[in-house]
């Protein structure tokens, strides 16, 4: 069937809302095990009539609009968010690097998309899962902007003989994630003699969570930013330019010029500090849609007057029994800093605590950064590899005099392991503990960045 116009796609659509794909499924391509494809697949064979292709062009060619079927799930506390990225078209290295962005296969069939959105819930089979809503989207201007920032971002560093070192921590919002059946799945790019893995372009899951909360839940995100700003300067630049002028200043002083009427120790002081400075007071870091869209996580640093963190950067607490049973490429360590971006916000003390007590801390700037692919691919996983045999052959724990008292003692790497990570306690206290997968308890862990590896990324600051 042909259809005219996107209003004859859009009502075809609606009439999948609230039918299970087994409802929707004339071919039978889901019940029979033979049979390969997708929800895609019997969305566009059995709902749109259109036989199954791989073709480069967008699937309702004459339109300009590309069909995607995309799972959202209902988290614990009820939000809603997007189960996984959105892939996009495969990327042909040796091609994608002759293109502008104007011209590029990216924006050729991606331009205009009919999201599909079901809901994805565990433990029902997947043909009985339901179709939830249909839209119809395009790129709002600034989310174009900064889309064409990060495509420019992937090609530069194909061009440069490195899209076997392309991270989605590389880029804000359209991503280069790995594309293949397995890690073999390589093909050839311009100026390397390597082959890198097959990768295609995809908006990331935190850019989808945010299409989610906006057009199934609702929510409104707060933008500091515009398409004409973006135009001259990067997502980077702005953000730079936003915190300059409070260079110098303690937290106090922040506050006061930015009018945040806020108790000083409360953990919600710096985020107030910084929705403010962006100009959107009142705002959780989460509801700043910049933020969001990119998953940018914020981290506060405090430097000694070496220019060295006074503590190590922790992270979230371990689920060793998933630890153990997961492989290092699905790994939630791995994911973490391969999708995230992280904006590390730097305050630095002008005396050490032997010469003031009760010294303050001044802003030294800010820093956007993502962990490199090297030292994920080497010194991340040694650490989970050496984790994954300590666990494999049973944690060593035991209680070591200290002073008049004892303290216990565990085998898990430490800061000396490999100068960039290590695995240490983060609890509220002695007694909260959780059980190894060998049974025995352990008072909770996580993993932390080294605080001289940290001073190693913020020289440029000091």
Not at 158 to 178: F, Q, V
Not at 204 to 219: E, F, G, I, P
Not at 409 to 435: L, M, Y
Request: charged residues 25%; hydrophobic residues 35%; contains cysteine.
């Amino acid at each position: 069937m042909e259809y005219l116009t996107t209003d004859e796609v859009m009502l075809k659509a609606k009439e999948a809302e609230g039918k299970t794909f087994k409802e929707i499924d004339s071919y039978n391509r889901l019940s029979n095990k033979n049979s390969k494809g997708g929800f895609g697949q019997v969305i566009e064979e059995s709902l749109f009539g259109y036989k199954i292709n791989s073709d480069a062009r967008p699937d309702f060619e004459h339109l300009n609009l590309e069909l995607k079927v995309t799972p959202f799930k209902q988290n614990k506390n009820k939000t809603f968010s997007a189960k996984e990225r959105l892939v996009l078209n495969i990327i042909n290295y040796m091609e994608e690097v002759k293109y502008t962005f104007e011209t590029s296969s990216f924006l050729k069939k991606n331009q205009n998309l009919l999201l599909m959105f079901y809901e994805w819930i565990p433990g029902i089979e997947r043909e009985d899962l339901k179709v939830f809503k249909s839209i119809l989207f395009t790129f709002p201007e600034a989310d174009l902007e900064i889309i064409k920032q990060d495509w420019h971002t992937i090609v530069n560093k194909i061009k440069a003989g490195k899209a076997h070192e392309l991270s989605e921590g590389d880029t804000n919002y359209l991503g280069a994630c790995s594309k293949g059946a397995n890690k073999n799945s390589l093909r050839e790019q311009p100026n390397s003699p390597l082959r890198a893995m097959q990768r295609a372009f995809s908006l990331k899951q935190s850019y989808m969570t945010a299409l989610v909360r906006k057009y199934l839940h609702s929510d409104q995100l707060v933008s500091f930013t515009s398409a004409n700003e973006l135009k001259k300067k990067s997502l980077e630049e702005i953000l730079a330019d936003r915190f300059a002028p409070y260079k110098g200043l303690t937290p106090t002083e922040m506050a006061a010029r930015l009018n945040v009427n806020s108790n000083p120790k409360a953990k919600s002081f710096i985020p107030q500090i910084i929705s403010s400075l962006l100009g959107i007071k009142g705002t959780k870091l989460d509801g700043i849609e910049e933020f969001s869209k990119a998953n940018i996580q914020f981290k506060t640093i405090r430097l000694k007057p070496n220019g060295v963190p006074k503590e190590s950067m922790s992270f979230k607490n371990i689920d060793f029994n998933a630890w153990a049973t997961e492989s290092w490429e699905e790994s939630e360590l791995r994911q973490t800093f391969y999708d995230t971006k992280f904006l590390f916000v730097v305050f630095q003390y002008k005396e050490t605590e032997k010469e003031n007590p009760n010294r303050e801390v001044y802003f030294k700037g800010i820093k956007l950064w993502n962990m490199p692919v090297n030292t994920i691919e080497t010194k991340m996983k040694q650490l989970w590899q050496e984790v994954n045999t300590i666990l494999q052959n049973g944690v060593v724990i035991q209680e070591k005099p200290y002073g008049k008292s004892s303290r216990t003692h565990n085998n898990f790497p430490k800061k000396d392991f490999n100068g960039v990570s290590h695995i240490r306690p983060k609890a509220q206290n002695s007694n909260d503990k959780i059980t190894l997968p060998d049974g025995q308890m352990i008072t909770k862990q996580c993993y932390w960045l080294n605080d001289t590896y940290i001073a190693s990324l913020l020289k440029d600051l000091y």
